[in-house]
Nanobody, 115 residues
Framework: QVELVESGGGLVQAGGSLRLSCYAT????????MGWYRQVPGKERELVAS???????TYAEFAKGRFTISRGNIKDTVYLQMSSLKPEDTAVYYC?????????WGQGTQVTVSS
């Protein structure tokens, strides 16, 4: 079993930056893919960015050039550096991990961008 714990959400003005953090506890060996998704009420959860291993990254179009995903020195951590934030980035952001074909989710952290 894997538990994911997120932190770093909050309220920021448009144009500002936030850094989300997520670390995994439990059976963390063989976690290869980690990522971030986001969801707003009434909409489906969508991919923000993911990383396989330490360097193979994928970004949603809206995240390219503004967000950066990275793994920590400890392999079971992942970060999302968000810059040039826009009000439309307001959402609950969820950490995600895949281990041996099973999918795990964090509890979510709220990001609110004011105009």
């Amino acid at each position: 079993q894997v538990e994911l714990v997120e932190s770093g959400g909050g309220l920021v003005q448009a144009g500002g930056s936030l850094r989300l953090s997520c670390y995994a506890t439990g059976s963390v060996f063989n976690i290869n893919t980690m990522g971030w998704y986001r969801q707003v009420p009434g909409k489906e959860r969508e991919l923000v960015a993911s990383i396989i291993g330490r360097s193979a990254t994928t970004y949603a179009e809206f995240a390219k050039g503004r967000f950066t995903i990275s793994r920590g020195n400890i392999k079971d951590t992942v970060y999302l550096q968000m810059s040039s934030l826009k009000p439309e980035d307001t959402a609950v952001y969820y950490c995600h991990a895949i281990r041996v074909g099973e999918s795990y989710w964090g509890q979510g952290t709220q990001v609110t961008v004011s105009s």
